[in-house]
């Protein structure tokens, strides 16, 4: 039987790419509920997605924009999603 592999889709934009390294990281997931990103404030992913971006960035970016853009979605990313309520503790 011939079976074909489901290919990857494409990422489109830097930032797109930079939501991707962060995720393989472990630098940041998503909220179950509502699918917003968020950090999970571990230093050890971040310094991992920002050696990869490093290392391997997409193709038309210098090592330093892809950093440079790893960062600003670091930035950008809050630690909880803002349509789940507030812990009560």
Do not use: F, Y
Not at 50 to 67: F, K
């Amino acid at each position: 039987m011939l079976m074909t592999k489901k290919r990857p889709q494409a990422i489109r934009t830097l930032r797109g790419w930079a939501i991707n390294v962060l995720q393989q990281a472990g630098a940041i997931h998503e909220c179950e509920e509502h699918g917003w990103a968020q950090d999970r404030a571990d230093p050890h992913a971040r310094e991992r997605a920002i050696d990869l971006a490093r290392q391997d960035p997409p193709t038309g970016a210098s090592a330093e924009e892809a950093v440079a853009e790893v960062r600003d979605v670091l930035d950008s990313i809050g630690d909880s999603c803002p349509e789940c309520p507030p812990d009560e503790a």
